[in-house]
């Protein structure tokens, strides 16, 4: 699928409001507005809205740098750590993702989500991806 459309988000990404706001260096930035179906405590990002962003941005980096490579493995988490800095507000929240190491069957990703400010993020996460070679 392109990475260029929100027609890449999954169902469950695109359940939470998350799309494609623009492409920074040939990497999707993700946002997501607040609402009802993200909020945790009372006007504040629920915890898993967040993980959902960090992980959603992560993966659609990794997807948009195999795209330039002509490569199209089936991504597996290996393990996904989040960090948490700072409550998301009732505001739009970005996130993107940047690739740390790319080899043949692993890569590392670091993501960020910020609100107003893109130095003081609100949130991190490193994950680990297995890429397998799809059956087919």
Do not use: C
């Not at 941005?57 to 290996?78: F, H, M, V």
């Amino acid at each position: 699928m392109p990475d260029n459309s929100s027609a890449a988000l999954t169902a469950y990404a695109r359940s939470l409001g998350i799309e494609v706001s623009d492409h920074e260096d040939g990497v999707p930035v993700l946002t997501v507005g607040f609402g009802p179906v993200i909020e945790g405590r009372p006007g504040a990002f629920h915890g898993g809205a967040t993980s959902g962003l960090l992980e959603t941005a992560g993966y659609a980096a990794l997807r948009a740098r195999l795209a330039s490579d002509g490569r199209d493995p089936q991504l597996k988490p290996i393990n996904i750590t989040v960090q948490f800095l700072s409550a998301g507000k009732q505001k739009t929240t970005y996130a993107k993702g940047r690739i740390t190491r790319l080899g043949r069957r692993n890569a590392n990703v670091s993501v960020e989500a910020w609100q107003d400010d893109r130095d003081r993020p609100i949130a991190t996460a490193i994950m680990n991806v297995l890429m397998a070679d799809r059956e087919g």
